[in-house]
């Protein structure tokens, strides 16, 4: 069962412009959020997370948006830059299981120069 | 300070054939998760070991058996290994458990069976 979709494999962004990742869950026990990315022949790197509590967390040029009544998740990147090209990953984090984590299959980002 | 280690990068079995992957969490951390990726999908847990216990398993066989060692580094057995099993395997660490942890993966295990 996939309670967690993005379902844009891939986006193309210019340099400098604003990237916007989307994320839906189905799971309403869902209460903690996370962003990986991750480049090619590396492990993902935690990004950005979000409590359930909260409808937005910022990081510099991330910010994570939290829309629970549409049960929907976004990640917005301000400036993107050409290092920022990697697949990012949404994940979801259920209370009974702490690692129980349950990712999206993924969204392909390319910000061209 | 060395992040999370995996062993091997790569590995080729044959179906019916035994695998044994290795994970080192970094130093300090005494949590260690494993996750299945298979291509075009985002990682699957499979076991979460917390101070050597398990404390959690995800939607895999009886095939899939992992451990944690006083060190805290990490083993995952698989038997019988079907072409399905072919994937990224990933390991992840963390200091405590708790639901706010942030999770440090290695860069993975690939395996091939054929």
């Known amino acids: 069962d996939q309670q967690v979709k993005q379902n844009s494999p891939s986006l193309s962004v210019q340099e400098g412009r604003i990237s916007i990742l989307n994320c839906d869950y189905t799971?309403?026990?869902?209460?903690?959020f996370l962003w990986y990315k991750k480049y090619p022949a590396e492990g993902p790197t935690f990004l950005i997370s979000i409590s359930s509590i909260k409808d937005k967390n910022e990081d510099g040029r991330f910010t994570v948006f939290l829309n629970k009544s549409a049960k929907h998740l976004s990640l917005h990147i301000v400036p993107s830059q050409p290092g920022d090209s990697a697949v990012y990953f949404c994940a979801a984090r259920a209370p009974y299981n702490n690692n129980d984590m349950r990712f999206g299959a993924g969204t392909r980002l390319t910000v061209k120069p | 300070d060395a992040g999370v280690t995996q062993s091997p990068t790569h590995l080729i079995k044959t179906r019916g054939q035994q695998v044994t992957l290795r994970c080192s969490p970094i130093?300090?951390?005494?949590?260690v998760s494993w996750y299945q990726q298979v291509l075009g999908q985002g990682p699957q847990f499979i076991f979460q070991?917390?101070?050597?216990?398990?404390?959690g398993r995800g939607n895999f066989p009886d095939r899939f058996s992992a451990r944690q060692f006083p060190n805290y580094s990490s083993e995952l057995n698989v038997n019988a290994l079907l072409l399905g099993d072919s994937a990224l395997y990933l390991c992840?660490?963390?200091?405590?458990?708790?639901?706010?942890?942030?999770?440090?993966f290695g860069s993975g295990t690939q395996l091939s069976v054929l």
């Open positions: 130093s300090g951390h005494k949590s």
């Open positions: 799971n309403s026990m869902f209460d903690y």
């Open positions: 070991y917390y101070e050597k216990e398990e404390r």
């Open positions: 992840a660490s963390s200091f405590r458990f708790a639901t706010n942890e942030k999770l440090f």
